[in-house]
């Protein structure tokens, strides 16, 4: 089974993807700074992340990522700002999806980046 971290500050979009994401063992942080012990506590086969976290953005924890390792990592963010996504593919997200946003869809991407066959 794979393992997916989501990191959000929010109990819904945990909720809706450890449901969507039924090929996986999902993993919660409501922070950068817990989601960043976790990872270098266990091991993940993905990440989503939100953008708007606590302490420090999920665009600083994807950043922190990309210093360590090429970890497949989904952004998903309510932010307006149009240069968000852009900004997330410039520090190596494989997927940005805005809020709200369809679990199916970001399932898919994720069985994609993970090679799961449904």
């Known amino acids: ?23 996986a063992q999902v993993t919660r942080a409501k922070s950068t700074e817990r989601a960043m012990t976790l990872i270098e506590e266990q091991s993940f086969d993905a990440i989503v992340t939100d953008v708007d976290l606590p302490q420090a953005s999920g665009l600083e924890l994807l950043s922190w990522i990309r210093s360590r390792s090429a970890l497949p990592v989904v952004v998903i963010t309510a932010s307006p700002d149009p240069e968000v996504p852009q900004r997330a593919t410039q520090l190596g997200a494989n997927a940005f999806f ?3 946003f369809s679990p199916s869809v970001v399932r898919q991407r994720l069985e994609e980046l993970l090679g799961v066959t449904s």
């Not at 794979?2 to 994401?21: F, N, Q």
Request: proline share 8%; glycine share 0%; no cysteine.
């Open 1 to 23: 089974m794979k393992t997916v971290l989501v990191v959000d500050d929010h109990d819904s979009t945990p909720a809706l993807l450890e449901v969507a994401l039924s090929f």
């Open 98 to 100: 805005s809020k709200p």
